[in-house]
């Protein structure tokens, strides 16, 4: 209803004017009520009957023929009023078209916050490189990721590194990045990737007492609307009771989380 008061108010404020400019200024339109109330006069004895209908008629009859006479100025205003409605009825819809944006973008975005994607870790596995010496392989990570969100994942960026720290781990390992490429990653579909090293079996005979050999790195990736998430993790080198080796979780907050 807001949309439509100035248009509604044009439309009184001209019908106000044109009844002040006719009863004031136009001659023709103030000898013409003269002589219909004159007319009625000669016709109508009782005066005192119809008082509201003798003063309404010669305005009326007289505002028609005014207006008849000036048919292409009346049209002219005419065509002002369609201008006018046309406008109103513009600007209603380009605020109407806005408002309906707004609604829809609101709507996506409260779809995207409950449907968001969500990289998870599912598993390290231990990988040799023997490129450089079969006999000395170097220790590598393969890591696999699923998205158990409820929609897509791109991944834009991995940072990861496999090297040896003192324990307990301290804050400020360098990441550095591995992988650039955008990759897709359908919901409920996994991925993976390697870490290489230049740690092999006889360096980590070295590593004793606080000394640990550290898989760490973390997974950038967006949603549809381009809001940055993270998953990190780390693991620790062992060797398990039957010498097979293996990446296991450690306590550490700092470099194992996701949001």
């Not at 010669?58 to 006479?69: A, I, M, R, Y």
């Not at 590598?140 to 940072?159: C, D, H, L, M, P």
């Not at 360096?203 to 606080?210: D, S, V």
């Amino acid at each position: 209803m807001k949309k439509w008061l100035p248009f509604i108010g044009a439309c009184i404020i001209g019908l106000a004017i044109f009844l002040l400019a006719e009863n004031k200024v136009a001659q023709s339109f103030q000898q013409c009520v003269t002589d219909e109330r004159g007319h009625q006069s000669a016709n109508n004895s009782n005066k005192s009957r119809f008082i509201i209908g003798r003063a309404i008629e010669p305005q009326f009859v007289c505002s028609v023929e005014f207006l008849d006479s000036h048919s292409g100025f009346v049209a002219a205003l005419a065509g002002i009023a369609v201008a006018l409605f046309t406008y109103t009825l513009y600007t209603a819809s380009i605020e109407q078209a806005g408002l309906t944006r707004d609604s829809i973008t609101l709507a996506r975005d409260e779809f995207l916050a409950t449907h968001r994607p969500k990289i998870v870790i599912h598993a390290i596995e231990f990988s040799n490189d023997i490129s450089d010496s079969p006999a000395h392989p170097n220790v590598g990570a393969s890591i696999t990721y699923f998205n158990k969100g409820r929609s897509e994942a791109v991944i834009v960026e991995i940072q990861a590194v496999i090297s040896g720290r003192g324990l307990p781990l301290q804050s400020g390992i360098i990441l550095p990045t591995i992988q650039t490429a955008r990759v897709v990653v359908p919901v409920g579909m996994p991925g993976t990737f390697i870490i290489g090293s230049e740690i092999d079996d006889r360096h980590i005979r070295l590593l004793e007492g606080g000394q640990a050999v550290v898989c760490a790195g973390v997974i950038i990736y967006e949603d549809a609307k381009g809001n940055r998430r993270r998953t990190a993790f780390c693991r620790q080198f062992v060797r398990q009771m039957s010498g097979r080796p293996c990446w296991v979780e450690m306590d550490e907050p700092e470099y194992e989380y996701a949001y």
